[in-house]
């Protein structure tokens, strides 16, 4: 099956529909030769509505603070393949926050795009993909170090989203020393020197 064909079938994957209880959006953005493909967890409800992946607080902080790249240089097909564990927003749990995201989208979809997309570099967000990847290894030792996955280099990012603020308090590190070297590399692999 072609890259566009898989594409064409996630755009037209209901499979969740009853467990959801409503219509999925299958949101994921970008194309085969990618430079950067980055897996995150699943699209937020506001990401559901518009359609536009990381088009929310989240998508904010991750652009804006940490790659500092413009929404031209995100949303570039030829920069980023944007997909996720779970590629539609899957609900709000009753408890608060939103439900985990389906692994069989991830076994199903997320497997397949792995295979098919020529990316330079993984950029993997959130303790739930980082788990899904990199089972056996520790989130903060991967947050803290370059690694491989699928033999290209690979880096893990805590989850952006504002909800994650003890997170960050507790690893002042991360943005003091981290972040600097993850938009670095970014920059690199796109070929830019960021936000003129
Ligand atoms: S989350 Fe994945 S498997 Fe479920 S409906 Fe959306 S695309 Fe299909």
Redesign the pocket.
Known sequence: MSFQEIKKQ?EM?????QKFGFT?V?IFHGKEQSKIMQISQ?PSKKVHETGRPFNDPSGAKLKYQWYQITDDIFYNEDNFYITAL???F?GKHPKGGDNP??L??AN??LAKEIEMVDNQLYIIIGARAAKYLFPKDSFEDLIFKNSLFNGKPTIVLPHPSPLNIRWFKSHPSFEEKRVPEIREMVWDVLGIKGID
């Open positions: 996630i994957c209901q499979d969740c529909r999925p299958p699943a779970a590629h539609c899957p995201p389906p069989a989208c199903k979809w």
